[in-house]
């Protein structure tokens, strides 16, 4: 089922749920590999939401600012391979909201854990901003809030679930967005925590 749920944002609840087994085993091989960690806002504060990155391009932060980078920082190695599984699910959930064509060079991992919050922001790192941006929900229900092109724009609530794929395209993809603190709970597959998987084209 397709939902608009803003201008060129469709949610398609449940869309990545026959393909969860496969997503577990990629992250697992993903997290071994670069391991989430807490990065550094270039204003000094430590996130609340805990981070890693697998493709040519991942998102990082520090005190010099916010970029793509090709290495992580914490081995200096390449950043993991972008798992196939998650690249064909983002390039279909994409071809199935209307942006067929989208080649994903970069996926950031968020992982809430209770408490883990993403406050208004919009998403402007990326190279050429006409690409739509693919968000993919496991684990603990977290209340997504998205905005408008203006900070001060009213703010809508939606409810993101496991196995939920949002395509953020059109308008919506420079629209202020954040999640709202993740209630405590104890998903069967992932435990206490939600995680996110956000593909976009960055370079
Ligand atoms: C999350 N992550 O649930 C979200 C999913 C991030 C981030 O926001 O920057 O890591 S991506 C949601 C998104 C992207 C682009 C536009 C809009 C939402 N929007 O218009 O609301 O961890
Ligand atoms: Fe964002």
Redesign the pocket.
Known sequence: AREEI?PG?VLLRGWALPRVEDLLVALAQVTAAAPFRRMVTPGGFEMS?AMTNCGPAG?VTDRSGYRYASQDPLTGLPWPPLPGTVRDLARAAAAEAGYAGFDPDAC?I?Q?EPGAR?TL?Q?RDERDKGHP?V?L?LGLP?T?Q?GGLKRTDPVRRVA?AHGDV?V?GGP????????LPLKDGVHPLLGARRI?L?LRRAF
């Open positions: 803003g944002a939401v998102w950031l968020n809430y993403l922001h998403d941006i968000s929900s977290a997504f998205f993101l949002v953020w919506s993809r420079l629209f202020h967005h954040g999640v996110n956000t």
